[in-house]
T-cell receptor, first 111, second 111 residues
Framework: QKEVEQNSGPLSVPEGAIASLNCTYSDRGSQSFFWYRQYSGKSPELIMSIYSNGDKEDGRFTAQLNKASQYVSLLIRDSQPSDSATYLCAVTPGGSYIPTFGRGTSLIVHP | EAQVTQNPRYLITVTGKKLTVTCSQNMNHEYMSWYRQDPGLGLRQIYYSMNVEVTDKGDVPEGYKVSRKEKRNFPLILESPSPNQTSLYFC??????????FGEGSWLTVV
């Protein structure tokens, strides 16, 4: 069973701070990694994808991948109350085209 | 607009009454899948389809059926719904980069 682990939270940060969300995965052969944001009662939406080691930045979001340590993280700079949501990590195991989702981390950004 | 459309969005039904949740995508994706999402359990895959006439079980297939007669459509069938199938259901399709696109979700209550 390919595992994707996330701390369920909630992670609470003040407005303007950096929110750091972490995800670990079990399959060392995994090749593609995704972060989805899900507002309560809504469908998940893709916010970042990353395929190689290092950092990938998109606006206030930075995804970080470390394949040797088998973790992927998402940093949200200048957090806003509108960032309050559940963040799902998804990992596509090696030899598969089917992503495995973590259970998500709840983020609360308070004014 | 590229989208995954599922219907109905909200349904209350009685135990044992067969129902079908339709799903259609307009992105010509080969891969489609169904998930259910329950509090504390995250997204769990029910069934998936790699292409027309090719379907396979996910993590929680019991009590569900699917069919894939056309590339764009992937209906989910509950032959005899039970209360433990009360959940939020998402249809999804996947592009060649392994990005998952979700429908808006279907809230199903079985009484």
């Amino acid at each position: 069973q390919k595992e994707v682990e996330q701390n369920s939270g909630p992670l609470s940060v003040p407005e303007g701070a950096i929110a750091s969300l972490n995800c670990t995965y079990s399959d060392r052969g995994s090749q593609s990694f995704f972060w989805y944001r899900q507002y309560s009662g809504k469908s998940p939406e893709l916010i970042m994808s990353i395929y190689s080691n290092g950092d990938k930045e998109d606006g206030r979001f930075t995804a970080q991948l470390n394949k040797a340590s088998q973790y992927v993280s998402l940093l949200i700079r200048d957090s806003q109350p509108s960032d309050s949501a559940t963040y799902l990590c998804a990992v596509t195991p090696g030899g598969s085209y089917i992503p495995t989702f973590g259970r998500g981390t709840s983020l609360i950004v308070h004014p | 607009e590229a989208q995954v459309t599922q219907n109905p969005r909200y349904l209350i039904t009685v135990t044992g009454k067969k129902l079908t949740v339709t799903c259609s995508q307009n992105m010509n994706h080969e891969y489609m899948s169904w998930y259910r999402q329950d509090p504390g359990l995250g997204l769990r895959q029910i069934y998936y389809s790699m292409n027309v006439e090719v379907t396979d079980k996910g993590d929680v297939p019991e009590g569900y059926k699917v069919s894939r007669k056309e590339k764009r459509n992937f209906p989910l069938i509950l032959e005899s719904p039970s209360p433990n199938q009360t959940s939020l259901y998402f249809c999804a399709s996947r592009d060649t980069g392994n990005t998952i696109y979700f429908g808006e979700g279907s809230w199903l209550t079985v009484v």
